[in-house]
């Protein structure tokens, strides 16, 4: 026996996190994640959070984060490296011509990267999921 697929909804309109609304007009249609939040498919991948050194960018341990590699880093970007044979997730800071990977937990230093590093920018962080319970 075949079971029905479901697919989540996108209500339309949003939710306030002050005050409710007293509103309850809305309209259910399907819900595209990758519509909703990926803008160059082929050059978006992601990845799983490890650690707890971007607490304070709002990044847990075991979040996903998608990642563009369409983009170009900027200066204080949320960024993924690939940094002497592993990956980071951590801030862009160009200050100048220095560059560097900083946490976002002070318990950790920043990644100064200069031209005897071996480091590649893989790509920008644009969205971060988490798991609540």
């Known amino acids: 026996m075949a079971t ?8 339309e309109g949003s939710v306030p996190a002050g005050f ?17 939040l990926i ?4 050059a978006t991948f992601v990845i799983r959070a490890r650690g707890d050194s971007m607490v304070g960018a709002g990044i847990g ?4 984060l998608i990642v563009n590699r369409a983009f170009k880093a ?4 949320i960024v993924v490296a690939y940094l ?7 801030r862009l800071r ?12 002070p318990n950790y ?9 071996d480091a590649e920018i893989w790509g920008v962080v644009t969205y971060v999921i988490k798991k609540t319970r």
């Open 84 to 90: 002497n044979g592993d990956f980071t997730v951590k």
């Open 74 to 77: 900027r200066n204080g970007d």
């Open 20 to 36: 409710p609304s007293p509103s309850s007009d809305y309209v259910e249609k399907p819900l595209d994640l990758n519509a909703q």
């Open 39 to 42: 803008t160059h498919p082929s």
């Open 94 to 105: 160009i200050t100048g011509k220095a560059v560097a990977l900083h946490a976002e937990n």
């Open 61 to 64: 341990n075991t979040d996903l």
């Open 109 to 117: 230093q920043p990644i100064n990267l200069t031209d005897h590093t």
């Open 4 to 11: 029905a697929k479901t697919h989540p909804v996108l209500v």
